[in-house]
């Protein structure tokens, strides 16, 4: 009975174990699938979040290239209306010079037939004084009201005054003409001395001293010997305005803040434009405007040729004056802009452009 029951038990256990051995198998197999699937999902969790990381990265850089887009939209913008601004200006400046110089021109070409016409009647009335020394009452009466003798002596100053004046609106008039050269698009030599002093001429009343400006600003100009310069002269004017306001501005504000700490400085009692030109190295021409204002620091010089940027007020300044210079100079005349200052000395801007060859 005993191995009967020995044998018995033996197959229970060995059929136990079958069991338990088929259970683990299928424990194994499951903890293996289960372990898959984990991979699975993590590798999967894995690429959803390498593509959401890859998908903000494009977002955002698609987010910069829109801003940037934006941002030169803005600039170019800008740059437009301050093109067509100098644009207008231009042409309001040719069509002011055209109207003003017809009348000039008439009263200038006949001042000399008025002077010759006076002269005449003044012969005609010494000769009634020769042949009829002693005239009627009524007549010396008249004579000493309208003061005939001081009216003589006076009359050649009067006609050289008034010729003084007729000459000094066609020199302005001049002037209005060569800075409406501002809609021209030709490349071809000018003369750069009269560029810069059209646009001091369109500047003068700035420039001059006044109630704001009671100084005045001494504008002291040395120009070296030019040959006529190839550039797009309408251009080259619009650097010069931008430059030369830029030096006036910046000499306000000293006066202004001069006047706001009650201080009388030696510097600010005579605001002066120090504009100056000459030859570099027989191949570039160099024009020098300097101011001596405030002046700026390192930190501001860095950034004055940056669109939008500027010290300025709100309303004062759109901060593309300097930007659009440099970029005339730089780009479409293959020069040099560069910008010198020092806080309480002033601030001097050197132009370089090449000379080519006619």
């Known amino acids: 009975m005993e191995p009967t029951d020995n044998e018995s038990r033996l197959k229970e256990l060995e059929k136990t174990v079958r069991i338990l051995k088929k259970k683990l198998e299928r424990s194994e197999a499951d903890r293996l699938q289960l372990e898959n699937n984990t991979e699975v999902r993590e590798s999967v969790l894995k690429n959803m979040i390498r593509e959401l990381e890859d998908s903000q990265t494009a977002l955002r850089q698609r987010g910069d290239e829109l801003e940037n887009a934006l941002r030169n939209l ?8 301050e093109s067509e601004k100098m644009s207008a200006l231009g042409v309001l400046v040719a069509g002011i010079a055209h109207e003003i110089n017809n009348p000039v021109s008439f009263i200038y070409g006949n001042l000399n037939y008025a002077y010759e016409y006076f002269q005449d009647l003044l012969k005609l009335i010494a000769l009634y004084q020769k042949y009829y020394p002693e005239p009627e009452v009524e007549i010396k009466r008249e004579i000493q009201v309208i003061e005939f003798e001081f009216v003589k002596q006076d009359a050649d100053k009067l006609f050289r005054s008034m010729n003084v004046g007729a000459e000094r609106i066609r020199e302005i008039v001049k002037s209005l003409r060569t800075f409406s050269r501002l809609d021209e698009a030709e490349f071809k030599a000018v003369d750069i001395h009269e560029g810069i002093d059209s646009t001091l001429v369109i500047l003068n009343s700035r420039i001059k001293a006044s109630v704001d400006n009671y100084h005045g600003i001494e504008v002291i100009k040395n120009y070296g010997t030019l040959p006529l310069i190839k550039c797009y002269a309408g251009h080259m004017n619009q650097v010069f305005m931008n430059l030369i306001t830029n030096a006036i501005d910046a000499l306000e504000d000293s006066l202004l803040k001069q006047k706001i700490a009650g201080i009388e400085q030696k510097i600010y009692k005579h605001p002066q434009i120090n504009i100056n030109t000459s030859i570099v ?17 390192d930190k501001v010089r860095s950034k004055v040729f940056d669109p939008f940027f500027t010290t300025k007020a709100v309303g004062k300044g759109t901060g593309l004056g300097l930007s659009i210079s440099y970029q005339i100079i730089n780009e479409l005349h293959g020069g040099k802009l560069e910008c010198y200052s020092q806080p309480g000395v002033g601030t001097e801007f050197v132009i370089q452009i090449p000379i080519r060859e006619n």
Request: hydrophobic share 50%; aromatic share 4%; net charge negative.
């Open 74 to 81: 803005e600039a170019l913008q800008m740059k437009l209306v």
């Open 281 to 297: 190295d027989n191949s570039w021409v160099e024009i020098r405007i300097a101011d001596n204002g405030i002046g700026m620091d």
